[in-house]
């Protein structure tokens, strides 16, 4: 079964940046290349909402209307490892970030985030912005 660990949250000052990382493991039928990777954030009290997605290839993404350039999904598929770098945080974008894989789902800029697309998630890293 795969399973994916998120990495690299912590409390950064506003104006500051991160990178999170999200190592996957455990595949069984298909391979790394095969699973779009997304980025979804939860805030307390909030609904859980689509960051960033990038399909298998890397050659497609989709980003969260708030991201506005801000955020950068990438993936290196030779080290099994999708990345999240976040630049320009604000205190808003404090949450728990989850990194989540779907099989045969390609994220173009039309794609709308869906939770139900995706069937493997991590157990989510804090990222806290102080004002």
């Known amino acids: 079964q795969l399973q994916l660990v998120e990495s690299g949250g912590g409390l950064v000052q506003s104006g500051g940046s991160l990178t999170l990382s999200c190592a996957a493991s455990?595949?069984?039928?298909?391979?790394?290349?095969?699973?779009?990777i997304g980025w979804f954030r939860q805030a307390p009290g909030k609904e859980r909402e689509g960051v960033s997605c990038?399909?298998?290839?890397?050659?497609?993404?989709t980003d969260g209307d708030f991201v506005k350039g801000r955020f950068t999904a990438s993936r290196d598929n030779a080290k099994n490892t999708a990345y999240l770098q976040m630049h320009s945080l604000k205190p808003e974008d404090t949450a728990v970030y989850y990194c989540?894989?779907?099989?045969?789902?390609?994220?173009?800029?039309?794609?709308?985030?869906?939770?139900?697309?995706?069937?493997?998630w991590g157990q989510g890293t804090q990222v806290t912005v102080s004002s």
């Open positions: 989540a894989a779907a099989s045969m789902l390609y994220c173009d800029k039309d794609y709308d985030f869906n939770l139900a697309d995706f069937g493997s």
């Open positions: 990038i399909s298998g290839g890397g050659d497609s993404k």
């Open positions: 455990g595949f069984s039928g298909f391979t790394w290349e095969y699973y779009a």
